[in-house]
Structure formats: C-alpha cells, structure tokens
C-alpha cells in the first residue's frame, strides 16, 4: 500500500476513533450530569424546606444511584422533619452500611432513638458519632440531654462543657448545661451560663424563663421578677404558670426589707 495512502487512513481511523471516544464520553457526562441534577435539586428542597419535593427528587436519584450513602441519609433527614421516624431510620441505616464512618448518621440515628424514646440506644448512636469524629460537637451536645435524662449529671456537664469548648458560640449547649447546673442545685453556675445564652441570643426567651427561675431558687428575687416579668411581657401564655413565683419573690423581697 502507498505510504501516503496508510497514513492518511491511519490519520482518518485515529479521527474517528477520538470522535467515538469524545461521543461515548459526553452520553456518559450526560447521564452523570442528570444524576447530579437531581441530586443538588434533592438538596436544594431539603434546604428550602419543600421536604416532600426533596423526598420526590431523592426517590428518582436513588432510582438511578443506590450506592450513594449522603443521599440516604438526606432523605433520611428530610423524613425526619416531616416526623416519619421509621422511614428516617430506615434511610439512615442505609448510609451506615453504605458507609460505616458516617459519624452524621449516627448522630442522627441517635435523635431518631430519642424520639422513639429508646435512650440507652440513643446514648450508643451518640458515642459512636463521637468516635468517629471526637470534635463532632453536635454530638456531645446531644449525648449530654440524653445523659440529663438518665441523671447521669456530671457526664451530662462534661458532655456540654466539651461542646462548649469545641465551640464557645454554642448557644443551645450553654442553656442545656444550665439545666443540668439547676437540677442539682448550682443556680450561680446556671445563672453564669444562661448569661452567655443570652449574650449569645437575646431572643432566646426560655433562657429568660430559666434565669429568672435559677435566680429565684437562689433567692435573688428582684433579678427574678425582672426576668420572670419579661417572659410575660414578651409571651402572656407564660402568665399562670410564672406569676405565682413571681409573687412569691416580691413577697420574699419585702420581707427581707
């Protein structure tokens, strides 16, 4: 064959099989391109709040992908919102055997068990969470509640202290362990805490409510009539349940007069 010839053909064989390869290539990109579509259409629901458009976009991505574990566990999230709690489980079980370091899941398994008050599985899901990533933060915070409630005071205060430490702009793990701090009595540390809720969020009207009680168990009863007296001003569905302690304190303070 003329040398010319060859080369021309070997030149055109080469052509067509890099048009093939780029053809091939871009139905494959198209495919993948539909996936991800429908996957950050999913996400993007799930943070707009539309759950069931979510739970609908993550039906047909896991249709296409079943291996993927962060679109079972965001289903799994958004059926939590929705409160179907079995179907949740049920999804986050499937990220964690698609990928068992999935310290998110089990913290999210963990407050699944909570509702469905299963504690001591609930503490386990935590841990795990915790072992998997030690400055998950989140996860201290929930396995402090869950220790509060099983009167395991001072595991709940190191729980809520390490959150704090891993993040000291943690409003809800300041107000949590003020909780613990007044169930056993330490209303000046709870005071001190629920000052920092505040600071943090000066719209958190439960950490007025709760200051004003700490302050009333300390007997500081004119800081608890201003706090207990702002509740009522902010919220009047507070007013019968605070107004008996708020009567007791000015009581308590013209008697100390």
């Known amino acids: 064959m003329n040398q010319d010839i060859f080369?021309?053909?070997?030149?055109?064989?080469?052509?067509?099989?890099?048009?093939?390869?780029?053809s091939f290539g871009n139905n494959l990109l198209a495919q993948d391109s539909s996936e991800v579509i429908l996957l950050n259409s999913a996400i993007s629901a799930l943070e707009n709040d539309s759950l069931n458009l979510s739970i609908e976009y993550f039906n047909e991505y896991i249709s296409l992908v079943d291996n993927n574990p962060e679109a079972f566990f965001k289903r799994g999230l958004a059926y939590f919102y929705l409160g179907k709690y079995f179907e949740a489980m049920d999804d986050v079980n499937k990220a964690i055997i698609l990928d068992s370091s999935y310290a998110e899941a089990y913290n999210i398994k963990g407050l699944l068990n909570k509702r469905m008050k299963n504690i001591n599985q609930a503490y386990k899901d935590y841990?795990?969470?915790?072992?998997?990533?030690?400055?998950?933060?989140?996860?201290?915070?929930?396995?402090?509640?869950?220790?509060?409630?099983?009167?395991?005071f001072q595991?709940?205060?190191?729980?809520?202290?390490?959150?704090?430490?891993?993040?000291?702009?943690?409003?809800?793990?300041?107000?949590?362990?003020?909780?613990?701090?007044?169930?056993?009595?330490?209303?000046?540390?709870?005071?001190?805490?629920?000052?920092m809720t505040i600071e943090l969020n000066p719209n958190y009207l439960?950490?007025?409510?709760?200051?004003?009680?700490?302050?009333?168990?300390?007997?500081?009863?004119q800081n608890a009539i201003n706090d207990?007296?702002?509740v009522i001003k902010v919220d009047s569905s507070y007013e019968k349940d605070v107004t008996p302690f708020i009567e007791d304190a000015k009581k308590n303070l013209r008697m100390q007069k």
Not at 128 to 133: D, S
Request: overall charge positive; glycine content about 2%.
């Open 7 to 22: 080369r021309k053909r070997k030149k055109h064989f080469l052509f067509l099989v890099i048009l093939f390869s780029l």
């Open 155 to 195: 595991s709940a205060i190191n729980d809520f202290s390490k959150a704090i430490q891993l993040n000291p702009h943690y409003t809800d793990a300041y107000f949590n362990r003020s909780y613990v701090y007044i169930e056993i009595d330490e209303y000046n540390r709870a005071i001190l805490d629920l000052n």
């Open 127 to 152: 841990s795990k969470a915790i072992q998997l990533n030690p400055d998950f933060e989140e996860a201290y915070n929930n396995r402090g509640i869950v220790l509060g409630e099983l009167q395991k």
């Open 228 to 230: 207990l007296e702002y």
């Open 206 to 221: 439960q950490a007025y409510l709760s200051r004003g009680m700490a302050y009333y168990f300390a007997r500081k009863y």
